[in-house]
Nanobody, 123 residues
Framework: QVQLVESGGGLVQAGGSLRLSCAASGLTFSMYPMGWFRQAPGKEREFVAR????????YYADSVEGRFTISRDNAKNTVYLQMNNLVPEDTAVYYC????????????????WGQGTQVTVSS
């Protein structure tokens, strides 16, 4: 049974930082490119970042480029999202997911999903 469990969310002031983690089990983690998405209230789920299996390549949404960093530790079956210089517009539930369509940016390009972790940025 595949499980993705996000953690690390919380309440932070604008300009602050958070580090999200996503622990995977029930799959060969190193074989999966991984992605982070987020969903704000009343909005569709949107792509944030992705990372290749060997972490040799990453890609970010324009809205987070230069502020967020995705990384992974295949030995720990974990993918991370370091979020710096947070702004209120980053407030959302953040989800990790396994990529099933190479270089996909849409939710349908991803297969297994976690339950999400709430990030709230106050102004």
């Amino acid at each position: 049974q595949v499980q993705l469990v996000e953690s690390g969310g919380g309440l932070v002031q604008a300009g602050g930082s958070l580090r999200l983690s996503c622990a995977a089990s029930g799959l060969t983690f190193s074989m999966y490119p991984m992605g982070w998405f987020r969903q704000a209230p009343g909005k569709e789920r949107e792509f944030v970042a992705r990372i290749r299996r060997s972490a040799t390549s990453t890609y970010y949404a324009d809205s987070v480029e230069g502020r967020f960093t995705i990384s992974r530790d295949n030995a720990k079956n974990t993918v991370y999202l370091q979020m710096n210089n947070l702004v209120p517009e980053d407030t959302a539930v953040y989800y990790c997911a396994t990529e099933k369509t190479p270089y996909g940016l849409r939710t349908e390009d991803y297969g297994y999903w976690g339950q999400g972790t709430q990030v709230t940025v106050s102004s």
